[in-house]
């Protein structure tokens, strides 16, 4: 699985860095050849609130797309995800987790088909996934909605925006093709605003390398590994240089505790081993 989830612009005095446009992704990722499957979602959840019979109930929604919930495997304790043709649509559908669902109807099963008020749009519950941990940030959030009911314009032409694209490999030997064909669709297009901008960089990423190179734009596709691994090697020594610089440093203190005990055993003729013993 890989992630296209930055986009980094530069030139001689401006420089721009942020996640990428949903046009964009949708114009020369979604188009991949490679891939089995690629899904085009938002970044980052935002926490917005459900009204449930004037009952509000706070939640952190993302936005995606219909193949969200091919490219990734969510455990449905009730109904079902929302497919491409609702998204298609602009079905007012969603997908709640467990701990939502409870605290708005009760259990999981007794959401499916309930209504819910979101953004001052009515939405109804057509699926209950388990809770998804805050540490796949890349695909956690409470409630998911079709991409194509946010208020924002899909449409903008901008390489920079909120959003991601998370790729499925047909097998594993197949990552470095799919990275190097969406290299050579970037190196034909134009760089926007050429005035400002002389380079565009972008990576697909696996998810070891997103988390290597998290917001450095200078990483390259590996993330940086080497300068990665340089950090934490340097901290486990630093971490480990502590305690033996303490057990130094005590060792010292006691010897100098005894230096005038040492001194008089000495002059009484002991040895360096007897002093040791």
Known sequence: MLFVNRMVLRGPVAQGASSVGYAFLER?????????????????????????SQQG?????????????????????AGRPYNAPEVRDTAHVLVLNETVARRCFGTAAAAV??????????YRV????????????????ECWVPVTTTAADLRDAN?????????LAKRAADVP???????????????????????????????????????????????DAAAFWQCWLGLGFLFMLLPVLNLVNINVSRTLERAAEI????????????LVG
């Open 28 to 52: 020369h990722v979604r188009t991949l050849r490679t891939p089995e499957a690629v899904s085009v979602s938002e970044a980052a959840p935002v926490n917005v609130m459900l009204y449930v």
């Open 57 to 77: 109930v706070k939640a952190d929604r993302r936005y995606t797309d219909g193949n969200f919930w091919r490219v990734l495997d969510f455990d449905f304790v």
């Open 113 to 122: 088909g309930r209504a819910v008020q979101l953004e001052g749009q009515p």
């Open 126 to 141: 057509v699926g209950v996934v388990a809770d998804v941990p805050t540490s796949r940030e890349r695909t956690y959030a």
């Open 159 to 167: 390489h920079l925006g909120e959003y991601q694209a998370i790729i």
């Open 177 to 223: 093709a799919i990275q190097a064909e969406y290299q050579q669709v970037l190196r034909r297009l134009p760089i926007p605003d050429p005035q400002q901008y002389k380079e565009m960089r972008s990576y697909a990423r696996t998810l070891l390398a997103h988390y290597m190179a998290s917001r450095d734009n200078d990483a390259d596709q590996s993330g």
């Open 263 to 274: 001194g008089v055993r000495k002059a009484f003729g002991a040895t360096a081993g007897r």
